[in-house]
């Protein structure tokens, strides 16, 4: 599952050639994707083949097993975290590391969601982890660099913070954003000498 570019470990979920294949491969994740949120892992194979719209054969066609289906839906969270940096790179520093951070928290969601069933010891996990550092981190150094983001933080204590700041439980989405937007203004560079 891991396709690599020059100098970037990048992993990618393995698409079937024909398109008519891959649309239903793509609802299948999506759909998976959504009923894990919901339901966590015990989501049940015949909703989410129901939610894609198709035959619980094209599933298990697909996806041999409830296992590879985890494996496929996080594999595919890591790889639109990846295509999400390379798109925002463009953007000025703290737009494109703020924007990358706020799709990290989907992110979280979705592995929460799949902790469990997931071998953290994996070669699938540890190129996963690759891939998403080899991602993300140039974000942030971009943003130090430039004078946007403290320089006294690494992208290892970066991503344990949102992924804290996640992981706690809210009165409603309007409260995790404000706690989110107070961690990501400690993030930004203050003046010296203030």
């Given at each position: 599952m891991t396709d690599k570019a020059p100098g970037h470990p990048r992993v990618a979920v393995r698409r079937p050639q024909r398109a008519d294949a891959r649309?239903?491969?793509?609802?299948?994740?999506?759909?998976?994707?959504?009923?894990?949120?919901?339901?966590?892992?015990?989501a049940s194979l015949e909703d989410i083949a129901r939610r894609a719209g198709v035959g619980i054969g094209t599933l298990y066609r697909n996806f041999p097993t409830r296992q590879d289906l985890f494996d496929s839906v996080y594999v595919g969270e890591v790889e639109e975290l990846c295509r999400a940096a390379d798109e925002l790179a463009g953007l000025p520093p703290w737009e494109a590391l703020?924007?990358?951070?706020?799709?990290?928290?989907?992110?979280?969601?979705?592995?929460?969601?799949?902790?469990?069933?997931?071998?953290?010891?994996?070669?699938?996990?540890?190129?996963?982890r690759e891939a998403m550092y080899a991602a993300g981190e140039p974000l942030l150094a971009r943003a130090q660099e430039t004078g946007y983001a403290r320089s006294?933080?690494?992208?290892?204590?970066?991503?344990?913070?949102?992924?804290?700041?996640?992981?706690?439980?809210?009165?409603?989405?309007?409260?995790?954003?404000?706690v989110l937007g107070v961690a990501l203004d400690g993030l930004r560079a203050r003046p010296s000498g203030g």
């Open positions: 649309r239903n491969f793509d609802a299948l994740l999506q759909a998976a994707r959504e009923a894990f949120a919901e339901h966590g892992t015990d703020v924007a990358w951070l706020r799709r990290f928290v989907g992110y979280i969601g979705t592995k929460r969601a799949l902790y469990e069933s997931l071998n953290r010891d994996s070669d699938m996990i540890r190129s996963c006294d933080i690494g992208f290892d204590d970066l991503l344990r913070m949102i992924a804290g700041i996640t992981g706690t439980g809210y009165a409603d989405d309007a409260q995790r954003e404000r």
